[in-house]
């Protein structure tokens, strides 16, 4: 087994992060990637590895409410609760403002 990553291996990787790396940082993470890949490895050494109990440590046994039609509120009555309101309609803040996010 090698010790190290290619030189293209590492650029490629580099490329993928969109970073550039100097000649000094590409012999450094030949070495390093590879360890870091082989330490990522050993997960497949592990006896019993069962991917269902690595994704929660529960079971999903949710259980949930059936919907029960109710009563309509009163739009009246529901407007008496709202700071700001015109006609039948709640007012609210504006939360986007659409000239900044044209020029994003």
Known sequence: MKNKLTKEE???VAELARIEVTKEELEK???ELKK???DVEKINDVDNYDEEIMIAPWTN???LRS???GEMLDPKDVLLNAPHHT???IAVPTVIN???SEGA
């Open 98 to 100: 659409e000239n900044e």
């Open 61 to 63: 046994n949710t259980t």
């Open 67 to 69: 919907d029960e039609e």
């Open 10 to 12: 590492v650029l490629h």
């Open 29 to 31: 993470y030949q070495v």
């Open 36 to 38: 870091l890949l082989d």
């Open 87 to 89: 006609a039948n309609y």
